[in-house]
């Protein structure tokens, strides 16, 4: 059973930042694809940002603020968070997708609350 581990949420001031982390009980790392995504109360959940072998992709309301990066020796992808600001508050969630299979695994999501 692959687990999905997010942590590194918290309370930060507007123009803070944050580094979230996703750790996948996978025996390669390499062969998923890696997405954030995150939700604010009464609002769906949206993409923040994604990592795969092809490159990696921002939502334009995170670009130039958020950096996705992973290190696959570690089952481990991150989520750079910079200038947060109030909006970006939500629960984030990890998504990885196997490549050659299409499965897909959540994570439980982790709180990041921005204000002053």
């Known amino acids: 059973q692959v687990q999905v581990v997010e942590s590194g949420g918290g309370l930060v001031q507007p123009g803070g930042s944050l580094r979230l982390s996703c750790t996948a009980s996978?025996?390669?790392?390499?062969?998923?694809?890696m997405a954030w995504y995150r939700q604010a109360p009464g609002k769906q959940r949206e993409f923040v940002a994604a990592s795969s072998s092809l490159g990696t992709n921002y939502a334009d309301s995170v670009k130039g603020r958020f950096s996705i990066s992973r290190d696959n020796a570690k089952n481990t992808g991150y989520l750079q968070m910079n200038s947060l600001k109030p909006e970006d508050t939500a629960v984030y969630y990890c998504k990885i997708r196997r490549l050659e299979s299409g499965a897909e695994y959540w994570g439980q999501g982790t709180q990041v609350s921005v204000s002053s």
């Open positions: 996978v025996s390669s790392f390499s062969i998923y694809a």
